[in-house]
């Protein structure tokens, strides 16, 4: 069926001879056999209507004017295609060829959540409990089955962290400077305009608009009239890290002066959560305003921000959660009648973008993006001078300590708020009359960062089968980091002063040390950044073979800038010196097309990659010191895929090696490597690991085959092997000590951490012709293990300060026995999925409902730390003895049954 669209033309600055100047656009929808797709829906982006494709797969568009066009191709059975193209006032007829679909890979239940709540610990150890980055849903099977099912479970393809991902805004980085790793909260809630990624690449493979990382690009193109015409209303209901979500989209389409519009505004919100004492409360807005000059000229404006107010929760050892079970949350107690949790982190960080797309000749395009970006991110904890630790779960407090019984310590497991405001009271009214401040504040840890980022994109067909992009990027970062006093609890002010070191000021300079409600205290300084980048790549396409290759360099400045003079360091005030770092790197990828079906692909990369700000400076609250041996990482990655693509069968076939070297790592916690009369000098430390190699290995294998044209199976299985493959140097820095060195720790081997090395998943899916579907998935992973501490696999673990020599007993069996690393056991998991669509006129309804966890597995530990306080032979053996250990390791587990119910409506 053929049906006429009446558009509105794009233009309003043209000529009225070309005002009405009308064009036919067609083409053919085909599948990769070249056999004609039926019935395919063509929506075109300007306009609410759609045409349909006839029995040979063909579609036309009439009397459209000229301007930029974006069509979106679906099929049941198929993935969705988008095309843009450009129509000019000469053209009467533009053929787009063949439009070449894909079998589908869907499985979900068109629905993913991420949840980044756990990016709000900061809890001490190497590693807090991992976000999960779900860049590449829906692309292959593999990608899709890892990103809805086993995505869900903290797995990571690869064991790529979030930090080796790529998210673009109209080609701006949303990655962090301070850790590099993408924050998804700045754009939490705008699910209705980042469903479909303008481009996304997997792993290593070469983008157009980035030279990317390990983990892949995603780029989203934000421009209004890219959007289909239509009004989205949609509600959630889960019981994740929020119970609701409502949200609300308009697109305007084109108008006939050139002016496109589309807004989307969402609230998702818990009075608490499935974790005791946890809620949340967060916005989510989207705006975006195009102008289209001419058919080569527009340009476009983008806002969107999410602010949010949400609650963590605690990691536990196992005895604590023995006693109170998988949901207790150590950050909250009772406060007249409500739960208050003091461990809050309110986040609201805006980011504004113009962009201009203007076309050169009939084959280049120039697009260029400015945007800034600003805000502030604060989280909260307890902080106490000359005071007991008011931590519910303090080792001493546990009953394994031998102090409380059980029965004691559940009466009192949670933060007893009535107790520090009457501390605060006795320390104001004391025996002589004198105020002497807060013992109990509320602190907010504050990052206030101000953004600036150009980025250009050319890109160009040199012929007809060969395409090349440039592009280029400028960043300038200020970055405000400072200690703020949130909430006195009743007292009249809080001491600027350090109690671990005889209550001298943290600020020197100042004479004031007195600080209330919104002063800075114990640490105030700036990160200042600026980052130049230039990628190249090419494609070209032959009959048999598809080669890409994509070069880049870039280079930083580095500089801290302290405010506080610490009175251990002199440096701690004004400008470091600049760290310079010089990056570059090649990829590639070259496609053999064995037929219509079959390919072999390989992907390779070698690249460079800066030091973040974290890396560079090695405790930059109270110094300006450079980390030693803090270096650029070098990174090797190779992949070769068999891959199938056909009506029945559907695989991907793939082997992959990765090394990272000369990797910086530094995570902070109390050591106490003092034993009996020796000195080792016990501290707060930053524990620095420098010159970590890392090696990824494995097999990935996604297949999705069609059993009947209804119903098909996933089957995916991954099996990696990710580990340290050296011994790494191992300093420390303290207050009071400096930098000291401890040598090498023996890691070599250990593996990993933060993910499963292993999972495997098998799924059923019906499809319906009547617009439903059901399915589910049994998902297995493999290979878990804890997070570990370094310093306690250096000598200084077995080495008697006093004499020298080892502690008595310190025998290599019983030293291993107490370094292991923890490996978790074996989880099975079963989710299940289920939807079904309306089409009432113009109205489009849909429902869905996914379940994770269906048996309720509260066993399986999604993270988790080794505690690296018995940094001594004597205390570590004897904590290892005891059936309640002191210092056991940190964990987070399952949150058990989630579910997922969401229902849209569009017209």
């Known amino acids: 069926m053929i049906k006429k669209l009446s558009l509105i033309s794009l233009f309003t600055l043209l000529p009225a001879s070309f005002y009405f100047a009308q064009t036919t656009v067609y083409a053919y929808v085909k599948d990769q056999q070249g056999k004609p797709v039926e019935s395919a829906e063509i929506d075109l982006g300007q306009s609410t209507e759609s045409v349909k494709a006839d029995k040979i797969g063909y579609f036309q568009f009439v009397d459209l004017k000229p301007g930029h066009y974006l069509i979106t191709v679906s099929k049941q059975s198929f993935d969705q295609k988008i095309i843009e193209f450009d129509v000019t006032s000469s053209e009467k007829r533009k053929d787009l060829g063949v439009v070449s679909l894909v079998p589908s890979t869907s499985m979900g239940a068109g629905v993913m959540v991420i949840d980044d709540s756990s990016s709000d610990s900061d809890e001490g150890g190497s590693s807090m409990q991992p976000t999960v980055g779900l860049l590449s849903a829906g692309r292959d099977t593999f990608q899709n ?47 209705d305009v980042t469903r479909y990624p303008f481009e996304s690449v997997d792993n290593i493979t070469p983008s157009e608009y980035a030279f990317g990382n390990l983990g892949g690009v995603v780029y989203y193109n934000t421009r209004a009239s890219s959007y289909r015409k239509q009004t989205s209303l949609a509600y959630s ?72 107010y949400r609650a963590s929760n605690s990691p536990n050892t196992q005895e604590t959660y023995d006693l109170m079970g998988k949901d207790y949350n150590s950050y909250w107690g009772w406060q007249d009648g409500e739960k208050r949790n003091s ?37 909260s904890r307890l902080d106490w001078f000359h005071a007991a630790d008011p931590n519910p779960t303090y080792y001493r407090k546990l009953p394994g300590y031998g102090i409380l019984t059980e029965d004691e310590f559940k009466a009192q497991s949670q933060i007893d708020w009535e107790s520090l405001y009457q501390a605060n009271y006795n320390n104001r009214y004391n025996m002589d009359g004198t105020d002497h401040g807060a013992v109990y504040t509320i602190v907010d840890d504050v990052n206030k960062d101000k953004t600036i980022n150009f980025v250009s994109h050319f890109d160009t067909k040199l012929q007809e089968n060969w395409k090349l992009n440039l592009n280029f990027g400028y960043q300038n970062l200020k970055s405000d980091n400072f200690r703020e006093v949130k909430d006195l609890l009743g007292a009249s002010y809080a001491n600027n002063l ?107 990369a070698f690249f460079s990659l800066a030091p973040t700000l974290n890396e560079i400076f090695i405790s930059p609250r109270v110094t300006n010191m450079i980390t030693p041996n803090v270096e650029n990482q ?184 107490i ?40 066993n399986y530990v999604t993270g988790g730390f080794e505690q690296g306080r018995a940094v001594n032979f004597p205390e570590a053996f004897a904590d290892a003895q005891r059936d309640k250990p002191w210092f056991g390791p940190k964990l987070w587990y399952d949150r058990g049954t989630t579910y997922f119910a969401n229902v849209y409506l569009r017209f």
């Open 819 to 858: 370094t292991a690393q923890k490996k978790f056991d074996d989880q099975f998991m079963l989710n299940a999925n289920a939807g079904k669509s309306f089409l009432m006129g113009k109205y489009r309804m849909g429902i869905s409902l996914s379940v994770n966890n269906i048996l309720n597995n509260r």
């Open 498 to 604: 350090n109690a671990f070191g005889s209550d001298q000021p943290y600020d020197l300079d100042n004479s004031t040390t007195q600080v209330g409600v919104g002063d800075r205290t114990q640490y105030s300084y700036d990160l200042l950044r600026n980052q130049y980048s230039f990628n190249a790549s090419t494609e070209i396409d032959f009959a048999k073979w598809n080669v890409t290759a994509s070069v880049f360099t870039s280079y930083a400045e580095s500089q801290r800038d302290g405010k506080f003079r610490h009175h251990n360091f002199a440096d701690s005030k004004g400008k470091s010196e600049v760290f310079n770092a010089l990056d570059a790197g090649i990829k590639g990828r070259v496609l053999y097309k064995i037929n219509g079906k079959n390919f072999i692909v390989y992907n390779g």
């Open 237 to 308: 209901y889960t019981n994740r890290s929020y119970f609701h979500r409502a949200m609300a989209t308009y697109s305007s389409g084109l108008s006939k002066n050139g002016w496109a519009f589309t807004f989307s505004g969402s609230r998702r919100w818990a009075d608490e959560g499935v974790i005791d004492g946890t809620y949340q409360d967060s916005y989510a807005y989207f705006g975006a305003i195009e102008k289209q000059f001419s058919s080569r000229h527009a340009i476009n404006f983008t806002a969107f921000g999410s602010p949010t």
């Open 145 to 191: 089955v890892s990103a809805f099912e086993l995505g869900a479970y903290w797995f990571r393809p690869r064991g790529v962290e979030n930090r080796y991902e790529e998210v673009l805004f109209n080609g701006v980085s949303m990655s962090k400077n301070d850790d590099g790793k993408v924050d998804f909260s700045n754009w939490g809630g705008l699910n």
């Open 634 to 817: 070098i990174i090797n990655s190779n992949d070769l895929s068999y891959v199938i693509r056909g009506q029945v069968l559907k695989l991907r076939l793939s082997g992959y090696y990765t090394t990272i070297n000369n990797a910086t790592e530094i995570s902070r916690y109390y050591a106490d490597i003092t034993s009996g009369s020796g000195d080792g000098g016990n501290a707060l430390i930053a524990e620095v690991l420098s010159g970590i190699n890392k090696t990824y290995k494995g097999l990935e294998l996604g297949a999705e085959i069609k059993i009947t044209p209804t119903l098909s199976a996933t089957a995916v299985g991954s099996y990696g092997d990710y580990r340290i493959s050296n011994n790494p140097n191992v300093k420390t820095f303290d207050d009071d000590y400096g930098v000291r060195d401890w040598g090498t720790a023996k890691l070599k081997d250990y593996k990993i951490a933060g993910t499963p090395q292993k999972a495997y998943s098998f799924g059923l899916r019906y499809n319906s012709t009547k617009f439903w579907w059901i399915g589910a998935t049994a998902n297995y992973l493999q290979d878990q293990y804890l997070d570990f501490s370094a310093l306690n696999k250096t000598e200084v673990m077995y080495t008697d300060p006093a004499t020298g020599d080892n502690y008595a007993g310190a025998t290599p069996e019983a030293i291993a026995q």
């Open 343 to 379: 461990r809050i982190r309110k986040v609201f960080e805006p980011m504004f973008m113009i962009t201009d797309y203007l076309k050169l000749g009939k084959t280049s395009n120039w697009n260029n993006t400015l945007s800034y970006q600003f805000g502030r991110d604060g989280r």
